[in-house]
């Protein structure tokens, strides 16, 4: 992991530039890149997207704001365009120097920092301190559920999160109880917070362009978890319960909880994972825990 300054350019900037699709391509040509299919990079190339994304973020001046995955830096531009203070956590080295090129001036003045680094390994605590944050980003495909729950679960300081994901990643993340879409990550991020898809994006507004559309999804987390019960019992019923989703509660829990006992919780045995919402997670937890006592 490296703390990034800016070197000397090629092409100065005097200040902030909205990359649009022509200037993402000369940058990528005169840097010799190609975006990279393993790291699922689609350099967003349309300002329009990119003030409606810091919009729905509600970010204002003074607001510090957690990057991953800033690309060349078309979001940076706009964060630091509406006065946040942004750190960039990059994964691919050979993006750094067109990336600080870009965001120069912000990085001279402080406003910017760029870590090198893979956001799923980084010492968040380290980098955080002990200021609120908030997540934008348009993230990797590949990586989006993972990251985005583990720092639900394990950075309390990053209060709220607008990430463009692909769609079906969006909406798994955001679903409420009774569609085919609930899952794990539903009742993850509910427990933590309140998600929902506030916007869509076309593949249109990429370079190079996905095959899949994406979508806008935020969470804001709640002061405390939103039902009362330990995550790490939350975590296992639900885990149990969508690890075979097509299976009756009675059969997916039957190595956490007996039919009697689920019953006791006020919740159906017969009913299945999907189904259930965050309450009814909630007591089938409590009465997990009180199962080991």
Known sequence: MATLRRSPSAWPLSGPTRLTRTIIKEVLERHGLDPSRALGQNFLCDPAMVDKIVRLAGVGPGDRVVEIGPGLGSLTVGLVTAGANVLAVEIDKYLIPPL????????????????????????WAAELGDTPAKVVANLPYNVATPLVLDLLCTQPLLTSFLVMVQAEVGERLAAAPGGRTRGIPSVICEYWGVASVVGRVPPQ?????????????????????????????????????????????????????????????????????????????????????????
């Open 205 to 293: 507004v990429f370079l190079p362009q996905p095959r899949v559309d994406s979508v806008l999804v935020r969470i804001d987390r709640s002061s405390t978890p939103r039902v009362d019960a330990e995550f790490s019992d939350v975590s296992t019923v639900v885990r149990a319960g969508f690890g075979q989703r097509r299976k009756m509660l009675r059969r997916s829990l039957a190595a956490q909880l007996d039919e009697d006992q689920i019953a006791a919780a006020d919740v159906d045995p017969t009913a299945r994972a999907e189904t259930l919402d965050l309450q009814a997670w909630g007591r089938l937890a409590r009465a997990y825990s009180s199962s080991r006592c």
């Open 100 to 123: 600080t090129e870009i965001v120069g001036p912000a990085i001279d003045d402080g406003t910017v920092r760029i870590i090198n680094a893979d956001a799923l390994e980084l010492d």
